[in-house]
């Protein structure tokens, strides 16, 4: 895979954290404000405590303090709601992440909601979300941030551009909407209701696939040159009895239609993280009153 059309978003994310890494320094030096970070994370789903270690890693990397919390799988909603209220209480954390899935018993949106919004770097919690939805500044979330960091390095103005996006998620279909809108895209959000999603995506200059699916969006969909940014993270078996990772696109095809595409893996993932960590560099300077460097210029 090396076309010009295929964005390396590991590359590009390395990028993102030299520079979160370059504003902590900063912040040390010329304020005495070391960013710090919580992760909690609940039961022992293994992707999930892979993303946990990754996060807590490239958090110590960029001289932030990472936290950690673990809690069992059968851990009750009190529980973890009581670790929220603790890390909302400590100064030294500035951003609050639960990473999810949670265990069933135990009720997301009210975990969520508890995080301080200030705190909260997923920008999953209502407050975040009427923010955005308004305009007002407000923490935003790690992969649909990441994917407009990708669409403005390599577009720059997208302003006019007609953007689909597949899927209707709280954490990545609407708040992409909202950034494209606030970008002055022309947006549909598209799900699975939808009449002639493929007709639908063949009229889009930016295609976001979010809809969960292996290999949904097919080749035939993509207008020439269209952008397409794969936001899916699939595991499907393997003859081995192994796994892989797919997106949401079928790769193989859109790639020959696609001005450019985004790759699984390699692509939207590793910008969560980084846009993570950008996140906490912006709640520590809006909790000490500090002006938020710029990540993105
Ligand atoms: N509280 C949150 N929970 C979850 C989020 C989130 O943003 N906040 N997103 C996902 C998981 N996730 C981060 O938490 C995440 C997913 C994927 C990657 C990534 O770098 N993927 C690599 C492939 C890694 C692999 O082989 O598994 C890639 O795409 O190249 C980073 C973070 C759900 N939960």
Redesign the pocket.
Known sequence: MSGDNIID??AF?AEVRARVKAQVDRLVAEHGLKPGLA?VLVGEDP??Q???R??AKQTVECGMRSDEIRLEATATQEEVLAVVDRLNADPGIHGI?????LPDQIDESAV?DRIDPDKDV?G?HVVNTGRLQIGLPALT???PRGCMMLLHDRLGDLSGKHAVVVGRSN?VGKPMAMLLLHANCTVTIAHSRTKDLPGLCRQADIVIAAVGRPKFVQGDWIKEGAAVIDVG?N?IPKEDGKTR?V?DVDFEAAVGHAGLIT???????????AC?LANTVTAACMAAGIPEPQVTA
């Open positions: 978003g590991k994310a992760v992707a999930s892979v993303y946990v990754n996060k992440l639960v990473q999810l899935p969520l997923d999953f979330p790690c992969t954490i993270i595991r990772l997106g790759p699984v893996p390699g692509g939207v993932g590793p910008m969560t993280i993570l």
